[in-house]
Every structure is written in C-alpha cells, then in structure tokens.
C-alpha cells in the first residue's frame, strides 16, 4: 500500500518536472498536516543532498520554516560530514529558528560540518550596501557564494513575505499593483517569474544561484501552488523541487 502511495507520487513527480522544465520534482504525501509534510519533504530534501554532496561541498541556506525543517532532519539524515554551510542572507526579527544563520548552524552542527556565519541586516540602507562589501567577513561570504554547490531555499507568497518582513501599506499595494505572485532570496516575482521588486540586502544573487549546480527548492502546501509554479517559471533548469502531493496536485490543475 505505502509502496503504490509512493509510486504514484513519483509519476505525478516525473509530470510536473516536465511541465515545471526543472530537472525533478520529489512529491511526499500529504499536504493537510503541515508539520507532518515538512517533516517528510525535510527528509527527502536531506535524501537528495546526501546523494550529491560530499566532504568540502558548501551549501548555502535561505531562512522559513521550511528549510529550519531540513536542520531537524539532518541529524539523522547521513549527509557526509565536513560540508560547509553559509547563510544566503543576513538576519531579520521573528523566530530565531528560521534565520538562515542559525539554520546554517544547526546543520553543520548535525552533520560534522562548519559554518560561515553573515551578521548582517536582512534589509540594508542603499548608502550601507557599498561599505559593508569591502568588509573582510562580507567578502569572505561572496567567496563563498561563487563557489556554491547547493543552495537550500524555501519559496514563498509574494505578500505574506513581504507582511512577514514588515513592510508598510504603500510597499503592500504597490506589490499587490504589479501582480507579486511569489518570493524567494528576497526577490520578489510576478506570476512570469520576473523580478518586479528586491530586497535591499547583502546575499546569494540571480546570477550566482543561476550558477549552482544544485539548487533545491522546498516548498509545500496547497496555497503555496502559485507561488511555486511563478518561482519556476524562471528557475535554473537544473532546479531539484521537493513538495507535497497538495501542492502537486494544484499546480497540475492550474498550469
Ligand atoms: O524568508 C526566507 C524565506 O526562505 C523566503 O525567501 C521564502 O519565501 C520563505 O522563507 C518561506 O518560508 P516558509 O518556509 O516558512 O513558508
């Protein structure tokens, strides 16, 4: 019975990664139970890295829950040890749990690795963006970031990211006025996949992720459908989505 479950979502998998033009889909079951499904997609997102990277690989991470997830699951999860992890971006308020930075710990922590860390802002002043790059840790993040080989990143709704990040009522109808489908890195993307607005910040950008051999997208859940099929509308083909079968299904339904 659990094999058949399994079968299937490999085949609904195979489907959407064609549609998707990413190079795979991995579906888990399930959809309703939150927790439950990012514990699952967690463990195949850690099944895929331990299959792709090895001692010396570095991993860049992206905050949200979903990712902090994968943190939880890495203990167990035989990943090779002596990976490099660095946060794809500086720190906000909110839970201290799904900031990249104490992600990027927890998982060199769990697998034998190290960190890199980036104390910087999430959101920076523009006139703050030049200094802070000649500073010797933000260069050393840089160095990094161009020799990344997988980047662990959550996807997420255009507006509640940018609520989640605080924004004011005038950035919220202007987001909302050019038709912002989706977030992910601090990009903000309409239902096309274009860049309609950035994040300030110091991070991973377009240009490096476009380069990373294993970029992973983990994201699940019913209403994250859209924001996903925008993400990809764009994404490096060579792309690895781990999702839901929730998810799945309504992007099917809706592309
Ligand atoms: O804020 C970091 C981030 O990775 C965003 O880029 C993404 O949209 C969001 O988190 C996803 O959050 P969650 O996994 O909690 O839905």
């Not at 905050?63 to 906000?92: C, H, K, N, Q, Y």
């Not at 710990?105 to 200094?131: C, F, K, N, Q, V």
């Not at 992720?209 to 993400?231: F, N, T």
Request: aromatic share 4%; charged share 20%.
């Amino acid at each position: 019975q659990v094999i058949r479950q399994w079968t299937g979502l490999e085949e609904l998998g195979t489907e959407l990664s064609r549609k998707l033009g990413i190079q795979k889909v991995m579906v888990v079951p399930g959809g309703d139970d939150h927790d439950l499904t990012k514990h699952r997609m967690a463990r195949s997102a850690c099944g895929y890295m331990a299959g792709v990277l090895q001692e010396g690989s570095i991993v860049a991470v992206t905050g949200g829950s979903t990712v902090a997830s994968v943190a939880d699951e890495a203990v167990t999860a035989g990943l090779p040890a002596g990976i490099r992890f660095i946060a794809a971006r500086g720190g906000t308020s909110g839970d201290v749990k799904s900031q990249a930075n104490m992600i990027a710990a927890m998982l060199a922590a769990a697998t034998g690795g190290d960190w890199t860390p980036l104390h910087l802002p999430e959101t920076l002043a523009e006139t703050s963006i030049g200094p802070l790059m000649e500073e010797p840790s933000v260069m050393e993040a840089m160095d990094l970031y161009n020799r990344t080989d997988c980047i662990v990143h959550g996807i997420g709704d255009a507006l509640e990211l940018a609520r989640r990040r605080g924004a004011d009522e005038a950035t919220l109808e202007k987001l909302a006025a050019e038709g912002a489908a989706a977030e992910a890195f601090g990009y903000y993307l309409d239902r096309d996949g274009s860049v309609i607005h950035r994040l300030l910040t110091i991070g991973l950008n377009r240009s490096q992720i476009d380069r990373i051999p294993h970029p992973l997208a983990v994201a699940g859940g019913k209403e994250k459908a859209g924001p996903i099929l925008a993400y990809m509308k764009q994404a490096p083909g060579q792309t690895v989505l781990v999702t839901d079968e929730a998810a799945a299904r309504e992007m099917l339904r809706l592309s």
